[in-house]
């Protein structure tokens, strides 16, 4: 019995995506730290790999090859001023993201996410039951925030969130049983109590969204400005400081628990930049009379402005543009999360965060100018390998 294994590039980018996700994961992981050391050197020979299979595998224009290698090389240079290897690793999936079946792509992605959610919340319950000294908590006040094996509390329940908006894309256009409604809402309800983490309200935003996706007027409206958020929500993120101490600006600020005021802060502490601060510690002490705290900006828009660079603001906000014209509604939803969590989120380059990016990119790459569906796209790619099976089989 022969066994024959096809490798191709499309494949390739796969099996690195997978490496990816595992290797991001792992790295938020607190459990098995020596294993995770010894698998983080097979994820860079992998990309590399990847990177010389995929420039002899496919035809590119020296255009398209020149656009591709300098995203990753200014992927590489943000990491190694930061020290996080996050733009490199998004960097090369958003570079290659031309040639793949995005529906094939984002389901792994699912995929992954469900497998790892299942692994941390069993790891947690099992520390929690019988070993609740190594459990990773943070006391605020009165209350215990559980990081549930990741590094924060916040962190699990982004890993939460984004697993969210992936499921409502998997499952878009499919009638999903109130029994999975149910479970979905209980485990909501379970990490909000670990976590306290105000950001997983954003799912009944998620819910809402989906909910009136079913008037055709809304889905025009969605399909149509969907590609304006991220650089709409960008702007009004840095127009809001602009009124600092008005009413408009403390009603906001309190209702987004004082991320306002800590960007603000981040500004005027590390200032900004193109792509990336090499100094910078964004756990920094900040002393204020006789304590000291932790300046964090939890908002996207302005992290990467002040840590990793401006550039990658520009380029979503580039390619979320010139891929609104040709996605649907359940894309389209992706790119509106994807943009309103950047309020609330700060690791949105992040590969378990950047799928997003990637669907602007495969649908910025394509030739048509007329919006695609996502069902038309496979459709035309299944015709196209049934066609090509058919004459290389009358040509033998």
């Known amino acids: 019995m022969k066994i024959k294994i096809k490798i191709t590039s499309e494949y390739l980018y796969y099996?690195?995506?997978?490496?990816?996700?595992?290797?991001?994961?792992?790295?938020?992981?607190r459990?098995?730290?020596?294993?995770?050391?010894?698998?983080?050197?097979?994820?860079?020979?992998?990309?590399?790999?990847?990177?010389?299979?995929?420039?002899?595998?496919?035809?590119?224009?020296?255009?398209?090859?020149?656009?591709?290698?300098?995203?990753?090389?200014?992927?590489a240079y943000t990491s190694f001023l930061t020290g996080s290897k996050w733009t490199l690793y998004s960097m090369i999936l958003v570079a290659f993201a031309k040639n793949i079946n995005i529906q094939v792509a984002i389901k792994i992605v699912y995929r992954c996410m469900s497998?790892?959610?299942?692994?941390?919340?069993?790891?947690?319950?099992?520390q929690y039951v019988f070993v609740p000294s190594s459990l990773l908590a943070h006391k605020d006040g009165t209350v215990i925030k559980y990081g549930m094996t990741f590094i924060g509390a916040n962190e699990a329940a982004r890993y939460w969130i984004f697993w969210f908006v992936?499921?409502?894309?998997?499952?878009?256009?499919?009638?999903?049983?109130?029994?999975?409604?149910?479970?979905?809402?209980?485990?909501?309800?379970?990490?909000?109590?670990?976590?306290?983490?105000?950001?997983?309200?954003?799912?009944?935003?998620?819910?809402?969204?989906?909910?009136?996706?079913?008037?055709?007027?809304?889905?025009k409206f969605v399909e149509k400005y969907g590609g304006y958020s991220f650089v709409g929500l960008w702007i009004l993120s840095l127009l809001i400081l602009r009124f600092e101490n008005s009413l408009i600006y403390n009603v906001i600020n309190k209702f987004v628990t004082g991320r306002l005021t800590l960007g603000k802060l981040g500004f005027e502490?590390?200032?900004?930049?193109?792509?990336?601060?090499?100094?910078?510690?964004?756990?920094?002490?900040?002393?204020?009379?006789?304590?000291?705290?932790?300046?964090?900006?939890?908002?996207?828009?302005?992290?990467?402005?002040?840590q990793y660079g401006t550039f990658y603001l520009i380029l979503i906000s580039f390619l979320f543009l010139k891929a609104r014209k040709r996605i649907d509604f359940r894309s389209s939803c992706c790119?509106?999360?994807?943009?309103?969590?950047?309020?609330?989120?700060?690791?949105i380059l992040s590969p378990t965060a950047i799928f997003p990016v990637i669907i602007a990119a495969n649908l910025s790459w394509k030739a048509q100018r007329e919006?695609?569906?996502?069902?038309?796209?496979?459709?035309?790619?299944?015709?196209?390998?049934?066609?090509?099976?058919y004459f290389t089989n009358k040509s033998k």
């Open 15 to 29: 099996y690195v995506l997978v490496l990816l996700l595992l290797n991001n994961w792992w790295g938020d992981l």
């Open 335 to 347: 790119l509106i999360l994807y943009s309103v969590i950047a309020l609330a989120e700060n690791t």
């Open 115 to 126: 497998v790892f959610i299942l692994i941390a919340v069993s790891i947690f319950l099992f």
């Open 31 to 75: 459990v098995f730290p020596g294993l995770y050391q010894a698998f983080k050197p097979l994820v860079l020979g992998s990309a590399i790999v990847m990177i010389l299979v995929l420039m002899f595998e496919k035809s590119y224009t020296f255009i398209e090859l020149a656009v591709a290698f300098s995203l990753i090389a200014i992927g």
């Open 269 to 306: 502490t590390y200032g900004i930049s193109m792509f990336g601060q090499s100094n910078l510690e964004f756990f920094y002490w900040m002393k204020r009379e006789n304590s000291a705290f932790f300046l964090v900006v939890d908002n996207a828009y302005y992290m990467m402005m002040i």
């Open 166 to 219: 992936l499921f409502l894309y998997v499952n878009a256009e499919k009638r999903i049983p109130i029994l999975k409604k149910l479970l979905i809402f209980t485990v909501t309800i379970f990490f909000y109590l670990c976590t306290l983490s105000d950001t997983l309200l954003l799912i009944l935003a998620m819910s809402m969204l989906v909910y009136l996706g079913h008037r055709t007027g809304f889905r």
């Open 371 to 389: 919006r695609v569906s996502f069902y038309e796209c496979v459709g035309f790619q299944n015709n196209a390998i049934r066609n090509t099976a």
